[in-house]
């Protein structure tokens, strides 16, 4: 069988299982709203973690990643390691728990109706999920586009971009619209665990090839001494620190991310995935990434593409590397049906109900969601230069600088609407013109512009409440996570 | 004000900051600093890697720990 016949083959059964999961998740889903976008609050450890990882990662794991280590040295394992490891942890705890608690109580889907309803407003929650929307639209068009071009390069050109995302944006609606959270949870999971076997499986074959993670080592320092050293080139201390810190508050805003803080089972899944992070984040990412150093000994040349699927062409076996690539191909799937689910939700719940009232079938309402959200990205991803491609790849700090206003709005009563208004506004547009205007710079004393964006709304979220008196409509009963509704 | 002071200092306050501190530290030393610019390579990988490898594992048991005995302080009302 040829590498061709044998990807298509590994994409098509990943598909056929994974609606197979999907129709099962559709027979155990209620018709409400919240069984559809929370799978009814009752996700596991196992899926829960999994599917988190997945959603976030995944692809990252076998692309990204490895392209940046091979691009700047393994230290990246360390950004990411803090970052994702031990960072985002603590924030799963601290802005988590909290919103998994208010959840409970007050019935929340999606973080924008729950600063509503504890400031008392309609606007607020409007522009919380404007400003997630702005961000999430151009990043799932960047997977469709990835996904795409997989599939044209799978296919050597058999198969044109367009009709490659396109397919894949068809499945995608047909799924989400089947299976809400509870299946892509499950498929989220099925896929965390393969990825995990693939990445130790290349892990293993490559060094056995080379001869060993010593002799590995030994080559790149041959061919790049500096690699091997802490630090240096790309990485400060302020881009190491930096970098991780504005990644991990951004991931913690990012829709799917954030909605998934609600859908815990109880108190103890969330304690032990919080325990289960560091383990599961170095698992993944220390073999990856140093592959993708290691390559820069081994002469890997990776040309247009991808580090890690050139280093596996060239140490394991045809059909190994394409089940890799097949397996990463799913992964970037299910990053984006995840994020389809929840920019549907913001959009259903938080701006097209405000406007609109309430939907007497919302959950009909939500899949519409879905299919509109994922075309309008597709064919953005056909047309979109520059501009659109920019605000994706800086989604992460666009995300990050929604972070502090929400941390200070959890856990201070003193917030008002209008604190959260500045602390929200202020910051995006400070942002926005650090990415576009060339006149603001990007670093400043070497911390990345997004850092100092947070900085700056957590600022000001707390100047203006100070100054400021809370409206009448405004109740930090919310918080307390002891409203009974 | 000094008798305010001490009422809000209670136990709970003390084990939440103490906490912090910790959980500052677990996320501050996950990259070890004071390796910086150092090349040494161990067992086939450079020595700071296997302190962010070493150190992870701890971050999960501390982690661990935390979660059995003080899980909720400072975010349950």
């Known amino acids: 069988m040829n590498a061709l016949t044998l990807q298509l083959g590994i994409v098509g059964a990943y598909l056929i299982i994974a609606l197979g999961i999907g129709l099962v998740a559709y027979r155990t ?77 007050g019935g929340y889907v999606t973080l924008g109706e729950l600063l509503g309803d504890r400031f008392g407003s309609t606007g607020l929650r409007a522009l919380v999920a404007v400003v997630s929307l702005f961000w999430l639209f151009p990043y799932v068009m960047l997977q469709q586009k990835g996904a795409g071009l997989a599939i044209t390069g799978l296919t050597d050109g058999a198969v044109p971009l367009w009709v490659g995302a396109g397919g894949i944006t068809l499945f995608m609606i047909l799924y989400v619209v089947i299976s809400g959270m509870r299946g892509v949870a499950w498929t989220d999971t099925m896929q965390g665990v393969l990825m995990l076997g693939l990445v130790w499986a ?47 508050f951004g991931v913690t ?38 592959l993708g150093a290691w390559a820069v000994g081994l002469g890997v040349d990776p040309g247009d593409g991808s580090v890690l699927p050139a280093l596996l062409r060239e140490y394991t076996p045809t059909w190994f590397a394409a089940l890799v690539i097949a397996g990463a191909l799913a992964a970037m799937m299910s990053s984006s049906d995840s994020m389809l689910l929840s920019g549907s939700s913001y959009f259903t719940r938080d701006v097209y109900r405000p406007l609109f009232g309430a939907a007497d079938r919302e959950a009909l309402l939500a899949r519409g969601g879905v299919a509109l959200f994922a075309t309008a990205s597709f064919v953005a991803s056909l ?48 942002y926005l013109a650090s990415v576009f205007v060339p ?32 409206g009448v409509r405004e109740d930090t009963s919310v918080l307390s996570g002891s409203r009974a509704d | 004000m000094v008798a305010n002071e001490r009422r809000t200092v209670d136990g709970s306050t003390l084990a939440a900051a103490s906490w912090g501190v910790v959980f500052l ?22 020595l700071w890697l296997w302190w962010h490898i070493g150190w992870m594992a701890l971050a999960s048991a501390v982690f661990y720990v935390f979660g059995r005995t003080a899980w909720g302080i400072g975010v349950e009302p």
């Open chain 1, 439 to 470: 006149a603001v710079p990007e670093t400043y004393l070497g911390w990345p512009a997004a850092v100092v964006g947070m900085l700056l709304g957590a600022a000001l979220t707390i100047a203006v409440s100070t100054v400021t008196t809370p």
């Open chain 1, 383 to 430: 047309v979109a230069e520059g501009t659109l491609v920019q605000i994706g790849n800086t989604a992460f700090g666009g995300f990050a600088q929604l972070a502090l206003p929400v941390v200070v709005a959890l856990y201070w009563t003193g917030t008002t609407r209008l604190g959260m208004y500045a602390g929200v506004l202020v910051p995006q547009v400070f």
């Open chain 2, 25 to 46: 530290l677990v996320v501050l030393l996950a990259v070890p600093w004071f390796m910086w610019r150092s090349a040494t390579v161990a067992y086939g990988l450079p």
């Open chain 1, 253 to 290: 805003m990012f829709p799917q991310i954030n909605q998934r803080f609600f859908a815990a089972r109880s108190k103890e899944v969330l304690t032990r995935t919080f325990a289960l992070w560091p383990v599961l984040v170095l698992l993944l990412f220390v073999p990856a990434f140093l």
């Open chain 1, 29 to 105: 889903t209620d018709r409400t709203a919240e069984d559809y976008y929370l799978a009814g609050r009752t996700l596991g450890t196992v899926v829960l973690l999994f599917t988190t990882f997945a959603t976030l990662l995944s692809a990252y794991t076998f692309f990204g990643g490895p392209d940046t280590s091979f691009a700047l040295g393994p230290e990246w394992i360390l950004v990411m390691g803090t970052m994702d490891g031990v960072l985002f942890a603590v924030l799963w705890y601290v802005i988590g728990y909290k919103q998994w608690l208010v959840g409970q109580s």
């Open chain 1, 202 to 248: 290349a892990f293993a074959w490559v060094l056995s090839a080379v001869g060993g993670p010593g002799a590995a080592t030994a080559a790149l320092r041959e061919a790049n001494p500096e690699y091997l050293a802490l630090g240096g080139g790309a990485y400060t201390p302020q881009f190491v620190l930096g970098t991780a810190v504005y990644i991990a």
